[in-house]
């Protein structure tokens, strides 16, 4: 199971909202690439950093921040999104040293952008697929979309997608446990790679996580729980046998 460290950058700060409420932000560290050293240092194999402001904006805002953390944690991929709408934003992100670049809104929208991308970066597309109530999330989370989550799941498999990263917004941020059994059900529905995010916040939560394995969960992305919760990366590690 691989444990992914978030770092949500807002205004090149790094911060956490609570279900995705852009009114609702609590800034940990005004350096960012510390951040993401610490988490290396303390173990991690990946690093997931998001843009916030480049979500709400539809185009990159922090983009020079990524790029410095991805040359500080070296050979440690970056996966990284936030505001991807069109190639060139793409190619900006891989340019930067990332090495999976997440689509959000754009790949509801318009569906044939993910398939062309997953095409010309075969292996280097994720979709973050954000979800409440089974419906998917646009814009920063802003708004609701009649989409179906599992429906749009299939969609980005056939479109050759590397994972697919599934967030359940009424958890996140706020550490009460993660959606099991949703993030099960996403993952029995496809045969990619799921990334479960969304209010994992303790260490029956890891071991949760690993009994969701079997059923093609190969990763679980932490936030708020590392920064405030008291929640320890190398117990996490521990838990998931890392």
Same mark, same amino acid.
């Given at each position: 199971?691989?444990?992914?460290?978030?770092?949500?950058?807002?205004?090149?700060?790094?911060? =956490?909202?609570?279900?995705?409420?852009?009114?609702?932000? +609590?800034?940990?560290?005004?350096?960012?690439?510390?951040?993401?050293?610490?988490?290396?240092?303390?173990?991690?194999? =990946?690093?997931? #950093? #998001?843009?916030?402001?480049?979500?709400?904006?539809?185009?990159?805002?922090?983009?020079?921040?990524?790029?410095?953390?991805?040359?500080?944690?070296?050979?440690?991929?970056?996966?990284?999104?936030?505001? #991807?709408?069109?190639?060139? +934003? #793409?190619?900006?992100?891989?340019?930067?040293?990332?090495?999976?670049?997440?689509?959000?809104?754009?790949?509801?929208?318009?569906?044939?952008?993910?398939?062309?991308?997953?095409?010309?970066?075969?292996?280097?597309?994720?979709?973050?697929?954000?979800?409440?109530?089974? =419906?998917?999330?646009?814009?920063?989370?802003?708004?609701?979309?009649?989409?179906?989550?599992?429906?749009?799941?299939?969609?980005?498999?056939?479109?050759?997608?590397?994972?697919?990263?599934?967030?359940?917004?009424?958890?996140?941020?706020?550490?009460?446990?993660?959606?099991?059994?949703?993030?099960?059900?996403?993952?029995?529905?496809?045969?990619?790679?799921?990334?479960?995010?969304?209010?994992?916040?303790?260490?029956?939560?890891?071991?949760?996580?690993?009994?969701?394995?079997?059923?093609?969960?190969?990763?679980?992305?932490?936030?708020?729980?590392?920064?405030?919760?008291?929640?320890?990366?190398?117990?996490?590690?521990?838990?998931?046998?890392?």
């Amino acid at each position: 199971m691989l444990l992914i460290p978030a770092i949500d950058l807002k205004n090149g700060q790094c911060v =956490r909202l609570r279900q995705g409420r852009m009114d609702d932000v +609590t800034v940990f560290s005004d350096d960012p690439v510390s951040v993401a050293k610490r988490w290396v240092d303390e173990g991690a194999q =990946r690093i997931h #950093v #998001v843009d916030l402001d480049g979500a709400l904006k539809g185009m990159p805002i922090n983009l020079k921040s990524i790029e410095k953390i991805a040359a500080a944690v070296g050979k440690v991929p970056v996966q990284a999104g936030g505001g #991807v709408r069109d190639e060139e +934003t #793409v190619q900006k992100y891989l340019d930067a040293g990332v090495s999976f670049v997440i689509i959000g809104t754009k790949a509801v929208v318009t569906p044939h952008f993910l398939r062309d991308l997953c095409i010309e970066y075969p292996r280097h597309i994720m979709v973050g697929l954000d979800a409440k109530e089974g =419906r998917v999330a646009l814009d920063g989370w802003s708004k609701i979309s009649h989409h179906g989550v599992m429906e749009m799941a299939q969609h980005c498999e056939r479109d050759g997608v590397e994972a697919i990263i599934y967030t359940d917004i009424g958890r996140d941020g706020m550490m009460g446990g993660f959606n099991k059994e949703s993030t099960r059900e996403l993952a029995r529905s496809v045969k990619t790679a799921v990334i479960a995010s969304g209010g994992v916040s303790s260490l029956d939560d890891m071991r949760a996580l690993n009994e969701l394995a079997e059923d093609g969960v190969t990763g679980c992305i932490i936030g708020r729980a590392l920064y405030e919760g008291g929640l320890q990366f190398k117990d996490c590690l521990k838990a998931v046998g890392g």
